[in-house]
């Protein structure tokens, strides 16, 4: 089966300093990839779609100056939390799609990002 | 028009017994519904999907009904074991009209007692 690797799966860092997050499809190429945001006993909210060498498209209200990312090639791409502040304290997970357009989306393990 | 309005917020079965998830759609758009299991602390894993062409599909112990006059489409779970306990988040999405994105219920915590 298709899967996704995200790392770190934790991470702790201080006010201020930045964190970059890894999305990797391990057994086919995504040509779409989706990052999320989730706070405790909620549910997932979509923060952008990440295609294969093109600039990100961020959902409304989601600061792009914040949140890089970057989709280098069809099996990776990063998340960087830059300046984090402990607001940005969450759940962050990955998601991969593959062709055709009815594949479905395969999710990473996600990261627990805590900022102190 | 993009939400997916899921219920109940939480569910609580005896082992053995039939656990039922409902999720409704307002964008008729939607032709792709999917639902995903997460464990504490895991990302969400997909369980089952179902497109509008057919009105139920079931894979083991899980099954989805759908509705497409009534714009609604359920969980059930058969026999529901204490291994089934976890969030269960349905989704919408219109990946064959071009979106890839796909539109998250709220969730609903199960949990299936011994």
């Known amino acids: 089966g298709a899967v996704v690797s995200q790392h770190p799966s934790w991470v702790i860092c201080k006010s201020g300093t930045s964190v970059k997050i890894e999305c990797r499809s391990l057994?086919?190429?995504?040509?779409?990839m989706f990052w999320y945001r989730q706070f405790p006993k909620q549910s997932l909210m979509l923060m952008a779609t990440s295609n294969e060498g093109s600039k990100a498209t961020y959902e409304q209200g989601v600061e792009k100056d914040k949140f890089l990312i970057n989709h280098a090639s069809l099996t990776l791409s990063t998340l960087t939390v830059t300046s984090a502040h402990p607001e940005d304290s969450s759940f962050y997970i990955c998601?991969?799609?593959?062709?055709?357009?009815?594949?479905?989306?395969?999710f990473g393990n996600g990261t627990r990002l805590t900022v102190t | 028009q993009q939400q997916v309005k899921q219920s109940p917020q939480s569910l609580i079965v005896q082992k053995g017994g039939i656990s039922i998830i409902n999720c409704a759609y307002e964008?008729?758009?939607?032709?792709?519904f999917p639902w995903y299991q997460q464990f504490p602390g895991k990302g969400p894993a997909l369980l089952i999907a179902i497109r509008p062409d057919v009105s139920e599909k079931k894979e083991g112990r899980f099954t989805i009904s759908f509705n497409k006059s009534a714009k609604q489409f359920s969980l059930h779970i058969m026999d529901s074991q204490p291994g089934d306990s976890a969030t269960y988040f349905c989704a919408a999405g219109n990946p064959q009209g071009g979106s890839e994105k796909l539109v998250f219920g709220k969730g609903t915590k199960l949990t299936v007692n011994p």
């Open positions: 998601s991969a799609k593959q062709q055709p357009w009815d594949s479905p989306l395969h």
């Open positions: 964008n008729t758009a939607f032709d792709y």
């Open positions: 057994d086919f190429q995504a040509t779409t």
